[in-house]
């Protein structure tokens, strides 16, 4: 029998891409409303190679992104316990926002059609 390990996310970075080597590593949030009240889910994305330095290039703090991958869920040991890490590791990442009017922005390009990276 085959197996899936796919998430689609489309949300907001909490803070600036931050690259290392050609891994960019961010963060996501994703809310959802409802009547009464609300939540927020927080991802952490890495994205590997060029998908990874166009990421970091054209997303900034606040800008909107889908991303398509996979989760990738690792252990580590904390103070003699043993804790586990779940990230997605991004496949496709796609820039939702367009040109920016503001001066200096890094909102990403101006895009026509939604363009995978």
Known sequence: MASVNK????GRLGKDPEINK???KF???ADEKWEGGSHVEWFRVTAF???GEN???YLSKGSQVYVEGRFRTS???SN???KRSTEVIAHTVQFLDGKSDKP???SGPDFDDDISF
Do not use: M, R
């Not at 998430?7 to 489309?10: A, D, F, G, L, P």
């Open 7 to 10: 998430v689609i996310i489309v």
């Open 22 to 24: 050609g891994v960019c």
């Open 27 to 29: 963060t996501v949030a």
């Open 49 to 51: 190679k060029t998908v």
């Open 55 to 57: 990421a970091a290039k």
């Open 75 to 77: 252990e580590y040991e």
């Open 80 to 82: 003699g316990e043993t």
């Open 104 to 106: 200096g922005s890094n």
